[in-house]
């Protein structure tokens, strides 16, 4: 039976306090004795993050313009509209040019006209 990706985040966790509080730490060692991958291990102890606990990278809004999507979905059905895939989408592209345009992004996208071409076919 395979391992959880939790239960090996566990051990590498553990494989870290140990390896802080040894004069001499040996990773590929605490890997072994822990039953953990050492690469995992060796990135874990030089700084990186778990998977678990960095941001997503393949998500175009922030929280609050999802929320901002959200209240507009909302909103549509209060009035009684069903939403649209086109109007969800020109609704988050409008919210992404304008905080392009506005330079409210840390890192803008090259092109402002190009956000959520999603295909409607």
Same mark, same amino acid.
């Given at each position: 039976? @395979?391992?959880?990706?939790? /239960?090996? /985040?566990?051990?590498?966790? /553990?494989a870290?306090?140990?390896?802080? /509080? @040894?004069?001499? &730490? $040996?990773?590929a060692?605490a890997a072994? !004795?822990?039953?953990? #991958? !050492?690469?995992?291990?060796?990135?874990?102890?030089?700084?990186?993050?778990?998977?678990?606990?960095?941001? #997503?990278?393949?998500?175009?809004?922030?929280?609050t313009?999802e929320?901002?999507?959200?209240?507009?979905?909302?909103?549509?059905d209060?009035?009684?509209? @069903?939403?649209?895939?086109?109007?969800?989408?020109?609704?988050?592209? @409008?919210?992404?040019?304008? $905080?392009?345009?506005?330079?409210?992004t840390?890192? &803008? &996208? #090259?092109?402002? !006209?190009?956000?959520?071409?999603? #295909?409607?076919?």
């Amino acid at each position: 039976m @395979s391992e959880g990706y939790y /239960e090996i /985040e566990d051990r590498i966790e /553990e494989a870290c306090s140990i390896l802080s /509080e @040894s004069k001499k &730490p $040996n990773v590929a060692v605490a890997a072994r !004795e822990l039953a953990v #991958p !050492e690469s995992c291990l060796c990135a874990r102890w030089k700084g990186r993050q778990a998977k678990s606990a960095q941001s #997503p990278t393949n998500t175009r809004l922030t929280n609050t313009e999802e929320l901002a999507v959200g209240l507009y979905l909302k909103s549509l059905d209060q009035i009684g509209t @069903s939403a649209r895939l086109s109007m969800v989408t020109d609704c988050a592209n @409008s919210i992404l040019k304008r $905080n392009c345009l506005a330079g409210n992004t840390d890192t &803008p &996208p #090259p092109n402002c !006209e190009s956000f959520l071409d999603i #295909p409607l076919s």
